[in-house]
């Protein structure tokens, strides 16, 4: 018999378990009444009907095949059925003086089945139908329920399996969900190191050669490092869940968001290193852009003011309520009342560029300078998400 892929393929196995018992019950009962009852050979008749249909739906329910709607819907009216039959087979003062025949116990085996196939509503629905037809063939509805429980009960099992169903499946889509992104994560890896151990290694030597060799070769040793790094960026942030290889996604509520830590590293040059958390930062696209061009800026300060041959280096934090982004480098410094006097000069770059944009978004920038102690940057951005 083929692998049961149905998640809630255990719940309909056990409750074959508790249709056989509520079988030897209704047997129980059958002996127990049969001379009570107006037509005893009628109701043996009845009962190996109802036989026969507990082997068969047990059967199909526990390989599989009959978990749809038409065999539910099929025994719930073989139980509705077999329950208005009481009223040929036994006279109106014993159905009202005792359970519905064949037992409501074995009726509930309906309830079970449509609320493990069609969850807690329905479940309830059809706990309802069971038990009013228990009350139509009883001639009355026992409004005092605290004497005859019967009805809350059997609409009570409907939600309770239902729910379980439900909560079944959603563990399932999860477990599913998880290990898709378990193997997507493995093959990322494992491209990761076949593309490290060839690719990389060959355009990290042409560009050490090159720059070694000197002249012409310079610019190849240039194209080499730059393709270098931004294969090495594809292959740490492709294959990320739920980001695109732009770091742009979308929520449920269809809001665009980003991962910063993507976007940052797509600044990563020769003379800047980038450090991201390993994990996705998603934020707001129009943050995480704003976000990008204010770094964008700094390093642009960095290459045309740092001094030759200054290296930056671009630190991004996850602080739950906020990200904090640190730009430092090692080159020449800001001398005292330089951004004042730039300012002065109508030179709007830092102080409109960077901390305008940042103040914006309602955050900080703090800036650290000094001659010959090379620049530092630290933004601090509140961010909202979804719970």
């Not at 009202?96 to 509503?121: E, F, K």
């Not at 069971?130 to 139509?136: E, W, Y």
């Not at 429980?149 to 729910?163: D, K, Y």
């Amino acid at each position: 018999m083929e692998a049961d892929t149905d998640p809630v393929g255990p719940l309909w196995r056990a409750a074959q378990l508790f249709r056989f018992l509520s079988y030897l019950y209704a047997l129980g009962f059958q002996i127990a009444v049969n001379d009570d009852l107006l037509h005893d050979d009628v109701a043996w008749a009845l009962f190996g009907v109802l036989s026969a249909w507990t082997l068969v739906v047990g059967i199909a329910y526990y390989a599989g095949f009959g978990r749809t709607p038409y065999w539910v819907g099929a025994e719930v009216a073989v139980a509705c059925g077999l329950m208005l039959t009481t009223s040929y087979v036994a006279e109106t003062s014993w159905a009202l003086n005792n359970q519905t025949w064949p037992t409501t116990l074995w009726a509930v085996n309906a309830v079970i089945s449509v609320a493990l196939l069609a969850g807690p509503i329905w479940g309830m629905v059809s706990g309802l139908l069971v038990g009013g037809t228990s009350a139509f063939v009883k001639g009355a509805f026992d409004l005092n329920l605290g004497r005859n429980a019967t009805i809350i009960i059997i609409v009570a099992t409907g939600m309770a399996v239902g729910l379980a169903a439900v909560i079944a499946r959603r563990a399932h889509a999860v477990l599913v969900r998880a290990a898709g992104i378990a193997a997507a994560t493995e093959e990322r890896e494992r491209l990761s190191r076949e593309v490290h151990d060839g690719v990389l290694q060959v355009l990290a030597l042409i560009a050490k050669r090159g720059r070694e060799i000197g002249g012409p070769t310079t610019e190849l040793a240039e194209l080499a490092g730059e393709q270098e790094r931004a294969l090495r960026t594809l292959v740490s942030d492709a294959g990320r869940i739920g980001i695109s290889d732009t770091g742009v996604s979308r929520t449920g509520t269809d809001r665009a968001v980003a991962d910063l830590g993507v976007i940052l590293r797509g600044l990563a040059a020769e003379r800047v290193s980038v450090s991201a958390p390993a994990t996705p930062v998603v934020i707001d696209t129009v943050v995480a852009e704003e976000i990008r061009a204010a770094v964008r800026n700094m390093l642009d300060n960095v290459s045309h003011h740092a001094g030759a041959g200054a290296q930056a280096f671009v630190l991004l934090e996850d602080l739950g309520d906020r990200v904090v982004v640190s730009v430092r480098d090692d080159g020449v410094g800001i001398p005292a009342g330089r951004v004042e006097e730039a300012k002065s000069q109508g030179r709007m770059g830092i102080s409109t560029s960077i901390i305008g944009r940042v103040e914006a978004l309602g955050g900080t920038a703090i800036l650290d300078s000094g001659p010959g102690a090379g620049t530092e940057w630290e933004l601090t951005i509140p961010v909202e998400r979804e719970a």
